[in-house]
């Protein structure tokens, strides 16, 4: 059933970049710990004569983000005026690019589904500025008000759009999340701002109207919201409806997405040149432009340095503080660390919700956890132990606890099979049916027993040498 | 003195820290141009109440040279009108004939001038907004190049054609405001390094030539006008200048590319007047949003400016804009393209400033092609982006008569040294 419903999917992403100042004042761009409105001036505010000025470090970082991303780079771009009304915007225009933009194609590579190398082709990249924030607030009973805070105003914001050559949400995600390390690489944005992503998304089926989906505001949010689309629109049509065209929001909260209302949607932006501002030749920008190592390059680097297998190197560059971070402690063991960082660490980072960047500090003590697994003073097992001891300090009481120090305060340290050989016999003992079932030949059987010991070791036994010593007891 | 003219819509005493050349002369302002502290109207009602929180780049470049702001000046709402009657305050009234129109938009800088109210003035000049009332009150304006002297802070009607410019009653004076008011500033983008050097300003028009655009003395243009005119041109002969006869093939499409643009960028620019954030008129916050701006906008805007929105939003809306805008562009560039060639081969295109003398009141605003029509001389000088002067030349009709004289690009000097010899033989 589902292979007559071939999935085609577009992007439109949305990045703050990180300049100190704003797209066309000298208002400071870092304003969100602050009071609203008080990142003003009269060009953000768009008071009457107040007119823009280019912040040529933001054009700099697209040229830098095009050139990263294979862009073709015309040798003029021109802005113009996008016209709406809409309570956020001061000016009631949008200063953007319409026709000729700083960049067109270019290509993201992301793996496909069954992990395929794919190409993403891009359609253009270009510059533009944020429009302020709508607060609702109030409630049914005294009545429901709106609050605007323009600190956002003027923010640079770069446009990418893709061709519509993704097919799954799956695929979507990937090439956000590769989208996020190049701009993390090119230091030209920071993620970790809240709402300094933003994505729109195109999604049809295949000889089916395409929808938009206006407005997701996180990773998790647009794969979430193209499967839930999917779903809604394969229901559709197999019970005979059409699919309409149109823009949907998507409801963070409930996963889900809805339409919205046709008076939003049917704007004629009446786009012209921007009479205020010159066209801004850029082709001599460009060629002093250097790129540092982006994220493909230093996966292959990884892999050539330490040895290490694609999965591992992909992960460890898909994000710049890992990448770094996994630099730092590389030298304990290319082969171990990359596994303990890659699968271990971020299976429990995920876990917390903590991010690489608040264990950045604390490298030389993830370390020195290796070093302790690697030189089997602890067995894996109480490495993760002592991992999660450490993480939960770290993340609950910003305490961070030297590895050894956690192994000597609950005992971790791995001891001999031999000290264990009372406990092994007790257990023997009292599972007689688990060693009738090794006799005859039920695989996996000691496990259990295996499982007993290490549970009652506290993770201070060597599996395999407790496996050894069964045998022994058992004459094997 | 009493402000018999309705020239000023608020007035002030507000005297610069600077001691400069203008030290201690009052200077009245166009109410388009923002000043700190100062209620700046656009003569609108939508701006009612509206006080900027920053001088205009000209007004500080004023308060540097020591001069006094002594109060805002009616104009065209928004400077969209060639009378000053489009004004949600009332008409000014030309000194020189209280029942006639000043001319506009710039009429209430025009008629404080000419009514002896102050010395100097400001305006600005999107299609002639300067050179008209100039023209019909019998005073002296500039419109700069566009780019010389900064638009920051001047309330944006039609940005790429207009300049903030001096007023005043000779041209010595005018040259000496526009010293003060040229020159580079980074706020705004389009703005050039020209600065203008009062200094030099000297009479000085022998051995240059003159191109006379036959356009100029064309259809529409009042024979007694036209007569006027032609004899300023023969003083400038007897003064010791060429005369040649030029054409401007494509002025024909002047007007009509001059209010296509205009229009769009006023559709525009204009659409920021929501009543959120400034003016009296406040949105009903128990509306829709949608519904709370449709009311404020009706309230605020007058008949002319609504008429300009609607033809600039029609004009840019999709299926439209390359009908309008883009025609108007070539347009544009084919206009200047004449322009920049006829002054390679003269140094000054002459003519009158505006075809008619100052009509009634209420003439002109009957009919607005009408009034369009009477911006046919003007115009072609903001489209090219050359200075253009209008110096008083005599009378027709009783009334005062413009000669306009245009430049090269960034070639104030020249316009202001020949304008100002033509003033002392007269």
Redesign the interface.
């Known amino acids: 059933m589902s292979e007559e419903f071939q999935v085609i999917i577009g992007l439109e992403v949305h990045c703050q970049l990180n300049t100190k100042s704003k797209l066309f004042c000298g208002c400071s761009a870092d304003f969100r710990a602050d009071a609203p409105n008080t990142h003003v001036c ?1 060009v953000c ?10 912040n040529k470090k933001a054009v700099e970082y697209a040229l830098k983000v095009a050139k990263a991303l294979n862009c073709t780079i015309p040798e003029e771009g021109e802005f113009c ?1 996008k ?1 709406y ?1 809409y ?1 956020d915007l ?4 949008q200063i953007t690019m319409g026709d000729d933009p700083l960049a067109i194609g270019g290509y993201i590579e992301i793996e496909d589904d069954a992990g395929n190398p794919k190409v993403v082709n891009l359609t253009r990249i270009h510059v533009e500025e944020d429009p302020g924030r709508l607060v609702h607030m109030g409630n049914k009973e005294r009545g429901y ?1 709106t609050l ?1 805070d323009y600190n956002r105003s003027g923010i640079p914001l770069i446009e990418m759009v893709t061709e519509p050559e993704m097919s799954s949400p799956k695929e979507a995600r990937r090439l956000l999340n590769k989208l996020r390390a190049t701009l993390e690489y090119l230091d030209v944005f920071d993620p970790e701002k809240e709402g300094s992503l933003r994505v729109d998304a195109n999604i049809s089926i295949k000889g089916h109207e395409r929808v938009e989906i206006k407005n997701i505001t996180s990773y998790k949010g647009v794969e979430k919201a193209l499967t839930f689309e999917i779903t809604r629109q394969k229901n559709l049509i197999r019970r005979g409806g059409r699919i309409v065209r149109e823009t949907r929001h998507f409801q963070e909260g409930k996963g889900t997405t809805t339409s919205a209302r046709s ?1 939003e949607t049917a704007n ?1 932006y ?3 040149p921007e ?4 066209v801004i030749r850029v082709a001599d920008w460009v060629k002093d432009i250097e790129l540092p190592e982006l994220p493909d390059a230093r996966r292959d680097r990884f892999m050539s340095q330490y040895g290490i297998a694609v999965n591992h190197a992909r992960t460890l560059t898909g994000d710049l503080k890992l990448a770094e971070f996994y630099e730092a402690i590389a030298e304990v063991g290319a082969a171990l660390a990359a596994s303990w960082t890659a699968d271990i660490l971020m299976g429990e980072l995920n876990y917390r919700d903590m991010h690489v960047s608040e264990v950045a500090g604390h490298a030389d003590q993830f370390a020195e956890l290796i070093t302790l697994v690697r030189d089997k003073k602890i067995t894996d097992k109480a490495g993760v132990e002592v991992l999660r001891v450490w993480l939960d300090a770290l993340h609950n009481e910003a305490k961070s606890e030297a590895p050894s120090a956690i192994v000597e305060r609950l005992g971790l340290a791995r001891e001999s099979g031999e000290s264990f050989r009372g406990i092994v016999e007790a257990i023997l003992e009292k599972n007689p049916q688990a060693i009738e079932d090794h006799k005859a030949g039920k695989k996996g059987a000691l496990n259990f027993i295996v499982g007993q010991v290490m549970k009652e070791t506290k993770g201070k036994s060597d599996p395999r040498e407790i496996h050894a010593m069964i045998s022994e007891i058992l004459g094997e | 003195m009493a402000d018999i003219y309705n020239a000023f819509l608020s007035e002030a005493e507000i005297a610069g820290e600077g001691d400069g050349i203008l030290k201690g002369v009052r200077v009245a302002v166009k109410d ?3 000043t700190k502290d100062i209620e ?1 109207t ?1 003569a609108s009602k939508i ?1 009612k109440g ?1 006080i ?3 001088d ?1 780049h000209a007004v500080t470049l004023l308060k540097q040279a020591g001069a006094v702001i002594a109060g805002k000046t009616n104009m065209d709402e928004f400077g969209m009108g060639s009378t000053t009657e489009n004004s949600a305050f009332g008409a000014a009234l030309n000194p020189r004939d209280t029942t006639r129109v000043t001319g506009g938009s710039s009429g209430g800088s025009a008629a404080a001038v000419a009514g002896g109210l102050v010395p100097l003035a400001l305006g600005s000049d999107t299609g002639g907004s300067i050179r008209c009332p100039a023209a019909w009150c019998g005073i002296v304006g500039l419109k700069p190049s566009y780019g010389r002297v900064s ?6 009607y ?3 054609f207009e300049q903030i410019g001096p007023m005043a009653n000779n041209v010595t004076d005018t040259a000496k405001l526009f010293s003060v008011i040229a020159g580079h500033d ?5 703005s050039v390094n020209k600065p203008y050097d009062f200094a030099g300003l000297k009479a000085d028009i022998a051995g240059k030539t003159i191109g006379i655009p036959k356009e100029y003395f064309g259809e529409g243009v009042d024979e007694a006008v036209s007569e006027t005119v032609k004899n300023a041109i023969a003083k400038l002969e007897e003064l010791g200048a060429k005369t040649v006869e030029v054409s401007l093939p494509s002025m024909k499409y002047a007007l009509a590319a001059y209010y296509v643009t205009c229009t ?2 006023a ?2 620019n204009l ?2 007047f ?1 009543g ?3 003016g009296e008129i406040a949105p009903d ?1 128990n509306m829709p ?2 519904d709370a ?1 449709t009311k404020v906008r009706t309230a605020g805007f007058g008949d002319e400016v609504r008429r300009r929105i609607i033809l600039g ?1 029609f004009a ?3 299926g439209y ?1 390359g009908k309008y ?1 883009v025609k108007a562009r070539h347009a544009r560039q084919q206009i200047a393209k004449d322009f920049a060639k006829a002054l390679t081969q003269c140094d000054l295109l002459a003519g009158p400033t505006m075809p008619n003398v100052a009509p009634k009141l209420g003439e002109l605003t009957k009919d607005p092609l009408q009034m369009y029509q009477a911006d046919i001389l003007t115009v072609p000088a903001n489209i090219a982006g050359i200075p253009a002067i209008s110096v008083p030349c005599g009378t027709a009709h009783n009334m005062p008569v413009g000669l306009q004289i245009m430049g090269r690009m960034y070639d104030e000097e020249t316009v202001l040294n020949a304008a100002l010899a033509y003033e002392e033989a007269c």
Do not use: M, Q
């Open positions: 009269p505010l768009g008071l009457p004569g107040a007119l823009p000025v280019l005026r016209n009304f309570p001061v000016k009631a225009y008000y605007v008076k004629d009446r786009y012209f009479p205020d501002l010159p | 388009n141009i923002s700046t656009c701006l509206y900027p929180p920053y205009a638009r920051f802070g001047l309330i944006a039609a940005n790429s980074v706020r705004d983008s389009t769009c960028e559709s525009s659409d920021r929501d959120v954030r400034y916050t949003w949608h701006y939003t840019l809306s999709a804009y805008y």
